[in-house]
């Protein structure tokens, strides 16, 4: 019996973990996103501050629609909502 529960149908989560898959990027970062209280324009707002940047929200939707976000953001946005990325080898599973 698994202990994993499937949130918005791509996010899988089990004590705080999420696995992100490639399917739906942008559904996956809003609902981690809306879990903590923000909209993704003022998550790219808490972005822009913190590491001093000036890209628009409107660019930030078009990589997340598109899948074109670098590791760099996506270490960004996790930072931001108070999460890790972690490298995890499958055969350690």
């Known amino acids: 019996m698994s202990n994993f529960v499937t949130l ?5 989560t089990m004590r705080n973990e999420y696995k992100l898959n490639t399917e739906n990027v942008r559904q996956q970062i809003k609902s981690l ?12 707002v808490l972005i822009n501050e913190k590491y001093q940047k000036i890209d628009k ?4 939707s ?5 899948k074109t976000i670098r590791a760099t953001e996506l270490i960004e946005i996790a930072d931001i909502l108070g999460y890790d990325v972690v490298l995890k080898d499958r055969q350690d599973t």
Request: aromatic share 4%.
């Open 57 to 60: 929200t409107s660019n930030f």
């Open 33 to 44: 996103t809306v879990m903590k209280g923000l909209t993704l324009a003022e998550l790219k």
């Open 8 to 12: 918005v149908g791509t996010i899988m």
């Open 62 to 66: 078009k990589k997340l629609i598109t």
